[in-house]
C-alpha cells in the first residue's frame, strides 16, 4: 500500500468502530492544505476562488480513489451515502486483531467486539434503529456551545471543528448574540459562511441561538439575519429565545424578520422561554433539549472553563407502528422499550470504559472540568408513526407508562452503578423522531400534515382537538419535541405577530416553528403536525 492509504487506516487505527465521511479524511490527513483551500474559497478573487474549487476537487478524487482501493481489496467498506452524495467508509474486519499488509508496509488494527444488545431481535425486524451505524456508541450525538466562553469568533470555530468530527448529529451556538454585537459584519460573514460549508460537508446540524433577554441592538441582529439568508441550508438553522413580552417588545424586528424568511423561504424557529428556559435544538433526528431543573442549575453554576454540555449520548429509534403489526399486546410493547433501556445500559458502560479512546478530542477541550462537560448528558430513545388518528389517546397513554417504568430503571441502574463504586450517570429521554430521517428508514407515515391560513383556524374543533394532542404528548416526550406549522395565504407580518403572540400565551408549546414553504395543493387543514 502507498503512503496515503497507510495514512487511511493509521486512522482506522485509532478509531476501529467508526464510520467516517470522506471529507473528515480529507480534512484530518490534509489539515494544512485544507485549511488553505478553505481560505482561497472565501476568497473576492475569482480566478483564486476557481483554482481553490479544483483543488478541493483533486483532492476528493484522490482521497477516493485510495478509499476505492481499501474497498476493493476489503479492507474498507461503505456504510452510507450522506448528504450530496459522500460516501461514509469503517473497517470491513471482524472483531479481533489483524496485521493489514502490502507493498511492504503493514498496519496493526485491533477491533473489539460490541457485546451483544437485547434490543437486537428488534434490529432484525426493522422495528428499531441505532442512530450513527456503527459509531452509535464511540459517538456523541448533540452538544451544546456556549459562545460567551470564547475571546473570539476564530477560538469559536475551531472549538467546533474538533467537536463536528467527534459528534454524529448536532451542534448549537448558545448566545451567539454575544458574537453579533462584539464583531464586524465581515467576520460574521466568514464564519457563517464558514460553518455553513462545514454542515453540509459533515452532513451534520449546526443551530445558532439567539436569546432575547440579551438583546441591545436591533439592526445588529438583523444585519446578521441577512447575513444568515445568504449561505443558510437545510442543515443551518437559526432558533429565537424569546417569550411573549419580548415578541411585543421587539415587533417591528419580527416584522422585518417575518418578510425576510418569507421571502427567502426560512422557517422561523422559536424556543418559548416563558415554558422552556433550556434551549432547544435541531438535528437530522430531531429536538434536543436540555432538563428543565437541571438546565437552571446549570445557568446559576456556570463553569465558563467549559466549551458548553453534551446534550445526547446514544440514540434509538422505535418504529410503533411498525412494531404493533408484528405485535398485539402492551406489555409486548412496554418489554420492548425495556429491552432498549437495558441495551442503552450496555452501550454507556461501553462508553465509560473507552472514555479517552472515544471521547479524548472532545475531552481535552475541556480539560479543566471534564465531568462537568458531561453532567447532563442523556440517552434518547425516539419514536416514529405513534400518533394514528383512531388511537391517539390509547398510544399516549401507553409511551406515558413506558416513561414511568424507565425513569424508575435509570435511577435504579445509577443506583447500582454508585454503590459499586463507579458514578455513572444513565439517563433516557424520549422523543420523537423527524420524518426526513423517519421516511428513509422506517414505516410510511399513517398521518397527514396540513397548512395554517390564518388566526381563524385557531378556533377550529380540529385544531383545538390537535392541540391538546400535541400537550399530552410534550408533558411525555421530556427530550423535547417540534410544532410545525406549515403559514399559506397572504403572509402580513403584522397578524403573523398576533398569531405567534396567540401561541406563546395559549397554549403549552415550548418549541414550534412557522414554514413559510408552500405546501401540496391536496392538503386540508386535518392536522398541523410535522
Not at 443551518?236 to 411573549?244: G, K, S, T
Not at 407502528?321 to 408484528?326: H, I
Not at 398576533?498 to 403549552?508: A, Q, R, T, V
Request: charged share 30%.
Amino acid at each position: 500500500m502507498g503512503d496515503i492509504q497507510h495514512s487511511i487506516l493509521e486512522l482506522f487505527k485509532k478509531e476501529p468502530n467508526m464510520n467516517i465521511s470522506t471529507h473528515e479524511i480529507i480534512s484530518r490527513l490534509f489539515s494544512s492544505d485544507y485549511a488553505s483551500i478553505e481560505k482561497k474559497l472565501k476568497s473576492t478573487d475569482r480566478e483564486e476562488k476557481a483554482k481553490a474549487k479544483k483543488q478541493k476537487a483533486g483532492l476528493h478524487r484522490m482521497i477516493l480513489y485510495h478509499l476505492n482501493k481499501l474497498v476493493d481489496d476489503n479492507i474498507l467498506k461503505v456504510t452510507s451515502i450522506q448528504g450530496k452524495g459522500e460516501k461514509v467508509f469503517s473497517l470491513n474486519i471482524d472483531e479481533g486483531e489483524y496485521v493489514i499488509e502490502k507493498n511492504r508496509k503493514r498496519v496493526f488494527i485491533k477491533k473489539t467486539s460490541l457485546p451483544s444488545m437485547p434490543m437486537e431481535k428488534y434490529e432484525s425486524q426493522n422495528i428499531l434503529l441505532r442512530f450513527g451505524g456503527d459509531s452509535w456508541i464511540s459517538k456523541l450525538n448533540a452538544v451544546l456551545i456556549e459562545c460567551e466562553n470564547f475571546e473570539s469568533l476564530s477560538l469559536l470555530y475551531s472549538a467546533m471543528q474538533e467537536t463536528i468530527s467527534n459528534i454524529n448529529d448536532a451542534i448549537a451556538f448558545n448566545n451567539f448574540e454575544y458574537f453579533i454585537f462584539n464583531n464586524p459584519e465581515e467576520k460574521i460573514t466568514d464564519f457563517i459562511k464558514r460553518i455553513a460549508i462545514d454542515a453540509e460537508d459533515y452532513g451534520r446540524c449546526i443551530n445558532i441561538i439567539i436569546n432575547f433577554n440579551n438583546i441591545h441592538d436591533k439592526n445588529k441582529v438583523l444585519a446578521f439575519l441577512d447575513i444568515f439568508s445568504r449561505f443558510r441550508s437545510d442543515n443551518l438553522e437559526v432558533i429565537f429565545n424569546i417569550d411573549d413580552k419580548s415578541l411585543h417588545s421587539y415587533s417591528d424586528f419580527f416584522e422585518k424578520t417575518i418578510e425576510l424568511f418569507h421571502e427567502k423561504n426560512i422557517k422561523l424557529n422559536i424556543n418559548n422561554t416563558g415554558i422552556s428556559p433550556s434551549p432547544c435544538f435541531f438535528g437530522q433526528t430531531g429536538v434536543y433539549v436540555f432538563d428543565r431543573e437541571e438546565w437552571e442549575k446549570y445557568a446559576q453554576e456556570k463553569d465558563d472553563s467549559l466549551i458548553g454540555l453534551a446534550c445526547a449520548q446514544c440514540i434509538v429509534a422505535a418504529d410503533v407502528y411498525r412494531f404493533f403489526q408484528k405485535y398485539k399486546t402492551n406489555n409486548e410493547f412496554r418489554d420492548f422499550i425495556m429491552s432498549i433501556a437495558r441495551s442503552l445500559v450496555s452501550a454507556n458502560t461501553i462508553q465509560r470504559r473507552k472514555f479517552i479512546e472515544f471521547f479524548g478530542d472532545i475531552n481535552k477541550l475541556n480539560k479543566s472540568n471534564i465531568r462537568g462537560f458531561y453532567q447532563y448528558n442523556r440517552n434518547y430513545i425516539r419514536f416514529w408513526n405513534y400518533d394514528w388518528k383512531e388511537q391517539k389517546e390509547l398510544m399516549i397513554d401507553l409511551i406515558k407508562s413506558c416513561k414511568e417504568k424507565i425513569n424508575e430503571f435509570c435511577y435504579d441502574e445509577e443506583a447500582v452503578f454508585k454503590s459499586c463504586g463507579i458514578p455513572i450517570r444513565f439517563r433516557i429521554a424520549f422523543s420523537s423522531i423527524f420524518n426526513n430521517y423517519g421516511d428513509e428508514f422506517l414505516s410510511k407515515r399513517t398521518y397527514a400534515k396540513t397548512t395554517l391560513h390564518n388566526i381563524n383556524d385557531f378556533q377550529k374543533p380540529e385544531f383545538n382537538d390537535f392541540i391538546k394532542t400535541r400537550e399530552k404528548i410534550l408533558n411525555v416526550f421530556d427530550g423535547g419535541d417540534r410544532i410545525r406549522f406549515f403559514r399559506a395565504g397572504n403572509i402580513y407580518p403584522k397578524e403573523i405577530i398576533h398569531e405567534l403572540s396567540f401561541i406563546l400565551k395559549s397554549y403549552n408549546i415550548p418549541f414550534f416553528c412557522y414554514d413559510f414553504s408552500k405546501r401540496e395543493s391536496n392538503l386540508t387543514l386535518k392536522n398541523f403536525i410535522k
